[in-house]
């Protein structure tokens, strides 16, 4: 089998849950009366190929969209069944959760035919459940527990982002450190990253919904109405992480402007007291001759105490205009 077809089985019939490995017999089962799912590399050149020679009673304009190479969630009617992409998290080892993993899929009541760049842990999960003989049987429900297992991943990284959140909050108002604010930054960032599809793909499944296909049943739309109210509530807890994160960053950003109005505050006042009795010492130590006191030896420390005296004249002054 060619690297473009990760893998192909039966989801009902006999044969339920056995691979499918010759490419002219995965053609044929995604054709035959019982379902079957098909999942290849978007990114692989030889998967567009292969559509288009074993899938020609595919609209072009499917057949397309399914290898495109830039795509955003939306589902829309597409001859006896229905286009439908999807974003889910990307689990995989060093990448970031945020930078999420596109999903193209293709639906009718004989076959799934699925497409990703990158793994996808949602797939692997169900992928594995339809080999032991268990999971979803039909092609209907494949997309309801696939959606469902999406959404459940999206809504524990947004719970994961809130714990952090609140977490960065207590150690904001704890100890508001400038240092603090690339953290805050960090996860902004993770959070538009996320907000970026998530509400594309609520209105993704709504349209899906509203399509009114056949091929869903009262069970997967009700389940699929359960996602999308799940994933309305995830995005309204993204829009109040926003608002909180902002808060935040205003927090920290409040402490350091105090620190730094204060630290102004005492240079001033120092500035304030030294600034007349720098004045003096330099009026006094010009090197002209005539200088008062410059024969009379006890001259410098009444010179001193002059200074000590103005010192705390300028500190009274200050005290006074309560300045201090």
Not at 68 to 83: K, N, S
Not at 168 to 177: F, S
Not at 299 to 308: E, H, I, Q
Request: proline share 6%; with cysteine; hydrophobic share 45%.
């Amino acid at each position: 089998m060619d690297s473009h077809i990760v893998f192909a089985r039966h989801l009902d019939g006999p044969e339920r849950g056995q691979s499918i490995e010759d490419e002219a017999a995965i053609a044929a089962s995604l054709q035959g009366p019982a379902p079957a799912w098909l999942h290849m590399r978007a990114d692989h050149p030889g998967a567009a190929e292969w559509i288009d020679q074993y899938l020609p009673y595919l609209d072009p304009a499917i057949r397309a969209a399914l290898t495109e190479p830039q795509t955003r969630p939306r589902a829309l009617r597409g001859g006896d069944g229905m286009l439908l992409f999807l974003r889910g998290i990307n689990l995989n080892e060093g990448a970031d959760p945020e930078d999420m993993v596109s999903l193209r899929m293709y639906v009718d009541t004989a076959q799934v035919v699925s497409l990703s760049r990158r793994p996808l842990q949602s797939v692997e999960l169900l992928a594995n459940r339809i080999a032991a003989g268990e999971g979803p049987e039909t092609s209907a429900d494949l997309i309801a527990d696939l959606v469902e297992e999406i959404t459940t991943r999206i809504e524990t990284q947004v719970a994961d982002l809130e714990s952090r959140a609140e977490t960065l909050e207590a150690a904001a108002i704890k100890d508001p450190r400038p240092e603090l604010s690339a953290e805050v930054t960090d996860q902004r960032l993770e959070l538009a990253d996320l907000r970026r599809f998530l509400p594309a793909q609520r209105d993704a499944l709504r349209d899906a919904l509203r399509l009114d296909l056949e091929l869903l049943g009262p069970s997967q739309a009700a389940k699929l109405h359960e996602q999308l109210d799940q994933l309305t509530r995830v995005i309204e807890t993204m829009d109040t992480l926003r608002e909180q994160l902002a808060t935040i960053r205003s927090e920290i950003e409040g402490a350091r402007d105090e620190r730094f109005n204060r630290n102004l505050y005492v240079l001033s006042m120092i500035s304030a007291v030294f600034l007349p009795l720098s004045f003096m010492t330099g009026l006094m130590g010009i090197n002209l001759a005539g200088m008062p006191g410059a024969a009379w030896t006890p001259a410098f420390w009444v010179f001193c105490a002059l200074m000590a005296a103005l010192a705390v004249g300028v500190l009274a002054i200050l005290r006074i205009f309560r300045l201090i």
